[in-house]
């Protein structure tokens, strides 16, 4: 059974940074696309960026575009999100997503992490 922990998270000012991690164990960082979800309060949960498990493809929400960084870490079986220049509108809670797929969007066909929260204060 895959899990998935993260950790990173907290409070920080705008314009600041964070970087999120997400340790995988029961499957290999390899074996298909990784990524993050956010879940803002009051609002549905929705794709941020995605790694393929060569590392060779990422993909981003044009709403982090530019801001956040994903990575991986093979040997770690560990894939991170750099966030830089956040902003109020970034606070949520962030989930890493197992097996992540793209029909007409982002889905997770695999586990969930527990989740880590931002908070971004203006």
């Known amino acids: 059974q895959v899990q998935l922990v993260e950790s990173g998270g907290g409070l920080v000012q705008a314009g600041g940074s964070l970087r999120l991690s997400c340790a995988a164990s029961?499957?290999?960082?390899?074996?298909?696309?990784m990524g993050w979800f956010r879940q803002g309060p009051g609002k549905e949960r929705e794709f941020v960026a995605a790694i393929s498990g060569s590392g060779a493809n990422t993909y981003y929400a044009d709403s982090v575009k530019g801001r956040f960084t994903i990575s991986g870490d093979n040997a770690k079986n560990t894939v991170y999100l750099q966030m830089n220049s956040l902003k109020p509108e970034d606070t949520a809670v962030y989930y890493c997503?197992?097996?992540?797929?793209?029909?007409?969007?982002?889905?997770?066909?695999?586990?969930w992490g527990q989740g880590t929260q931002v908070t971004v204060s203006s």
């Open positions: 029961g499957r290999a960082f390899s074996s298909g696309i």
């Open positions: 997503g197992a097996n992540l797929a793209y029909g007409s969007r982002w889905y997770n066909r695999g586990s």
